[in-house]
C-alpha cells in the first residue's frame, strides 16, 4: 500500500516564525501536493511538484514556498508564519505513470496553529 | 475550466436515513475519487471510481462517465458517518482537483 506521511499531526508555532511542514511518500511517486483546508472553504491547492526541484503554484501560494530536493520529499515552508496561516494541512502524492488509471493518496494532515 | 461541484453543500439526516450526494465534473477531470473526512481531519478514502459501480456495505458510488456526474449513496446512516464527504478528480496536468464537498449531520 502507498504510504503518505506527514511530519506531524498537530503544530503550535508563533507569529514570524519560520515554520517546515514534511511529506514523505515511498511509492516513488512523480506528482505531489500541498493543500489547505479552511471551514467553508474546502479544500485549496497551495503548490504542487510534478518532478524532483521542479514546483507550481497553486491557487492560493502567498506567504508559502516549497522544496523538492529528493523524489519522495516534499516540503512546505512557512516563511514568516502568521496567524491567517493557522489551517489543517494535506500533502497527497499520485504517480504520472498511468496517471489516468491512478487514485491520489494523502498523508493524515498537519494540524497547524499561529500563536 | 476545471470544475468539480458537489451537491448540496450541507445534509442534516436521522439516523437511519438514506441520502445520496452528488459530484458533477468537467470535461477535463477524470478519476473520480470518494473520501470522508473524519473530525481528526484524516481524509479516508471511499472509492476510486472512474466509472461503474462499486459498494463497500451500506456505501456506493456511481459515476457516468460520459455525462460527467458521481453519486455516493448512505443507507442506514449511523452517527459515525457524519462529517465532510469530498469527491475530486485528477486534471490532465495530473493536479488533483477537489469539490467544496458537503458537510453531512447525523442525528440520533
Known amino acids: 500500500d502507498v504510504k503518505v506521511t506527514q511530519s506531524s499531526r498537530y503544530l503550535v508555532k508563533r507569529t514570524g516564525e519560520k515554520v517546515f511542514l514534511e511529506c514523505v511518500q515511498d511509492?516513488?511517486?512523480?506528482?505531489m501536493f500541498w493543500y489547505r483546508q479552511d471551514p467553508g472553504l474546502g479544500l485549496r491547492l497551495i503548490y504542487f511538484?510534478?518532478?524532483?526541484?521542479?514546483?507550481e503554484k497553486g491557487d492560493i501560494p502567498e506567504g508559502y514556498s516549497v522544496s523538492r530536493e529528493k523524489k519522495e520529499r516534499f516540503s512546505l515552508i512557512l516563511e514568516s508564519a502568521s496567524t491567517n496561516q493557522t489551517s489543517m494541512y494535506l500533502c497527497?502524492?499520485?504517480?504520472?505513470?498511468?496517471?489516468?488509471?491512478?487514485?491520489?493518496?494523502f498523508g493524515d494532515g498537519t494540524r497547524l496553529s499561529i500563536l | 475550466g476545471i470544475q468539480v461541484e458537489q451537491s448540496p453543500p450541507d445534509l442534516i439526516l436521522q439516523e437511519g436515513a438514506n441520502s445520496t450526494l452528488r459530484c458533477n465534473f468537467s470535461?477535463?477531470?477524470?478519476?473520480l475519487q470518494w473520501f470522508h473526512q473524519n473530525p481528526w481531519g484524516q481524509l479516508i478514502n471511499l472509492f476510486y471510481?472512474?466509472?461503474g459501480t462499486k459498494q463497500n456495505g451500506r456505501l456506493s458510488a456511481t459515476t457516468v462517465a460520459t455525462e460527467r456526474y458521481s453519486l455516493l449513496y448512505i443507507s442506514s446512516s449511523q452517527t459515525t458517518d457524519s462529517g465532510v464527504y469530498f469527491c475530486?478528480?485528477?486534471?490532465?496536468?495530473?493536479?488533483?482537483?477537489f469539490g467544496s464537498g458537503t458537510r453531512l449531520s447525523i442525528r440520533p
Open positions: 470535461d477535463s477531470v477524470n478519476n
Open positions: 497527497a502524492s499520485i504517480s504520472d505513470r498511468g496517471a489516468s488509471n491512478q487514485p491520489q493518496h
Open positions: 471510481i472512474p466509472s
Open positions: 511509492m516513488d511517486h512523480e506528482n
Open positions: 511538484s510534478y518532478d524532483v526541484k521542479m514546483k
Open positions: 475530486a478528480g485528477i486534471s490532465s496536468a495530473s493536479k488533483i482537483i
